[in-house]
């Protein structure tokens, strides 16, 4: 059964498409996330580029004007639907490439209902905003996961407890049992990060290594391709390590996870066919659940355990800020391209083999 039925958007962006001058698409974003890496591929592709800014982050876009080619200008990033807005774009034969912030910034009604052809699976935002509709489509994967609690269930065991929407990690605790869970909950419900206890997700916490995986499915070549892998460095949690244990005991330090950036990982080769083989289950659960299926770049982020067992706690559907490390390629990208493929070029580029093989429609809804 599909998880959603087709949005009103995506028709509609469909029929834009058919007025599109397909000679002179450009490629457009939200100037930020990852959005600098996507300007760059876009005209290593030679693609005509548009940023969409808000005006206190123009004058450090204006510092690439040579990656950029329109600015539009926005009081606030919510007046993106606004009609003039969205006919700007599609005069510029605009195709949207949503980064890590677009729905977080947009909305998720905009970003969604949007009349402006999308790079990628536009019916996959509503799945990532809702936190349970996340694992389900992990678990109807077969791809590993943490074991889930509902809040007042008997927790036998450390876990980590989110809050909903993407904060990057803010607010989430640690707790040891379901006292502890509730006390947590109950605070940030008094601190209005949480509406309901209900809002939030239990999840087993994972002991091991974090791994986050960079991937692409072309529909053009129907391959998964592993593009990079990366850790993300988190304060505090990544800072704890750097004090002598007693230290946080004594101060009764929490720990967070709030990110702060992204560190390089080069995986052990022995790892990479499970890595793989997961990417590919996560795009055949897309195909099933969420018909035409996954499009484009998306990441799975996982814990390593001892056993060398990857467990997926999250993914993201669209460009992760982890691909910034590889503006100029990564050890990977390099096997299946043999030049400088970042991701954001290897969208351009997905972009660029579908319009010569009039198969547009396939990769953007
Ligand atoms: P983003 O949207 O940036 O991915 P987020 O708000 O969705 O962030 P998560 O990625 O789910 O947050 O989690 C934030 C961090 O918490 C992870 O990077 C990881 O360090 C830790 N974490 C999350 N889930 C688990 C888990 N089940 N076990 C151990 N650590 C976890």
Known sequence: MPLLEALHGEAMSKEALEKYDFNAISIATLASHSSLQIFRGAKQEGFRTVAIVVENRLWFYKQFKHLIDYFIVLRSWRELCRRDVVEELKKLSAVIVPHGSYVEYVGLECAESIEVPIFGLRKLFRVEADQWAKMKLLQEAGIPTPRLYKV????????????????????????????????????????????????????????????????????????????????????????????????????????????????????????????????????????????????????????????????????????VAGTNIYVNGSPYSYLYWDEPMSTGRRIARELKMAIEKGVLEKVVT
């Not at 890595?275 to 969420?290: D, I, N, P, Q, S």
């Open 152 to 319: 007042g269930e008997e927790i036998d065991r450390l876990v980590i407890v989110k809050l909903p929407g993407a904060k990057g990690g803010r607010g989430y605790f640690l707790a040891k049992n379901s006292k502890e869970v509730l006390e947590g909950l109950r605070k940030r419900v008094e601190e209005g990060l949480l509406n309901s206890l209900e809002e939030a997700m239990i999840q087993e916490y994972l002991f091991g290594v974090p791994a986050y995986y960079h991937y692409f499915y072309s529909p053009v070549l129907d391959r998964v391709e592993m593009l990079g892998a990366d850790i993300r460095y988190e304060t505090n949690i990544d800072g704890l390590k750097r004090l002598p244990p007693k230290f946080s005991i004594e101060l009764d330090l929490e720990p967070t996870f709030v990110v702060v950036g992204n560190i390089p990982l080069v995986l052990r080769e022995s790892l990479l066919p499970k890595v793989l083989e997961y990417g590919v289950r996560f795009v055949e659960a897309t195909k099933r659940m969420l018909p035409p299926g996954a499009i484009g770049p998306f990441c799975l982020e996982s814990i390593i355990g001892e056993d060398m067992e990857i467990r997926v706690f999250e993914f993201s559907g669209r460009i």
